[in-house]
T-cell receptor
Framework: GQNIDQPTEMTATEGAIVQINCTYQTSGFNGLFWYQQHAGEAPTFLSY????GLEEKGRFSSFLSRSKGYSYLLLKELQMKDSASYLC???????????????FGTGTLLAVQP | DTAVSQTPKYLVTQMGNDKSIKCEQN?????MYWYKQDSKKFLKIMFS???????INETVPNRFSPKSPDKAHLNLHINSLELGDSAVYFCASSQDPISSEQFFGPGTRLTVL
């Protein structure tokens, strides 16, 4: 089966660091994605991990452990504009061959406070 | 210069009606998708087309029928609309079926009364 778990809500302070965790259980695995979605807008791509380890991209970093079925998104130097939902998504590797079917978690709503 | 566009942005209609949502991408991508995001913000894939061919068809009522006239377009037609169809529908595209990044359209908020 497919299951993605992440916290529903988080609150953090401007300028701080926040870590959003995600655990996944999917039939096969072809990568883990993080998307950002502001209220009323479309999801936008943040990161993609397929190998274990940390991928850094500016203020955002994403980590993956395939053996533990675990990922996290790390946001540094938080800004007010980072208030958004952060969606974790896994791609099962055995859906009718090689197809990029995203299985999304319910998202973590992050509120950044002054 | 919009990458993935959808029309209409808002759609309000009565139960039992038939409606269509259109999607176009100008990124030259081969693969397009339809997602549904419900009131709890849960985003779930419905369909995917690659080069006009259906490759993903989730458990969706057959009242929903996607059509891809060419690689750049993927439309969604919904028959006999029900209250539970109210949601935001997102179109997305990617370079190919196994590409690492999907680009989402702005969404169509469908409200069924």
């Amino acid at each position: 089966g497919q299951n993605i778990d992440q916290p529903t809500e988080m609150t953090a302070t401007e300028g701080a660091i926040v870590q959003i965790n995600c655990t996944y259980q999917t039939s096969g695995f072809n990568g883990l994605f993080w998307y950002q979605q502001h209220a009323g807008e479309a999801p936008t791509f943040l990161s993609y991990n397929v190998l274990d380890g940390l991928e850094e991209k500016g203020r955002f970093s994403s980590f993956l452990s395939r053996s533990k079925g675990y990922s996290y998104l790390l946001l540094k130097e938080l800004q007010m504009k980072d208030s958004a939902s952060y969606l974790c998504a896994s791609t099962p590797g055995n859906y009718g061959g090689a197809t990029n079917k995203l299985i999304f978690g319910t998202g973590t709503l992050l509120a950044v406070q002054p | 210069d919009t990458a993935v566009s959808q029309t209409p942005k808002y759609l309000v209609t009565q139960m039992g009606n038939d409606k269509s949502i259109k999607c176009e991408q100008n990124l030259g991508h081969d693969t397009m998708y339809w997602y549904k995001q419900d009131s709890k913000k849960f985003l779930k894939i419905m369909f995917s087309y690659n080069n006009k061919e259906l490759i993903i068809n989730e458990t969706v009522p057959n009242r929903f029928s996607p059509k891809s006239p060419d690689k750049a377009h993927l439309n969604l037609h919904i028959n006999s609309l029900e209250l539970g169809d109210s949601a935001v529908y997102f179109c997305a595209s990617s370079q190919d079926p196994i590409s690492s990044e999907q680009f989402f359209g702005p969404g169509t908020r469908l409200t069924v009364l």
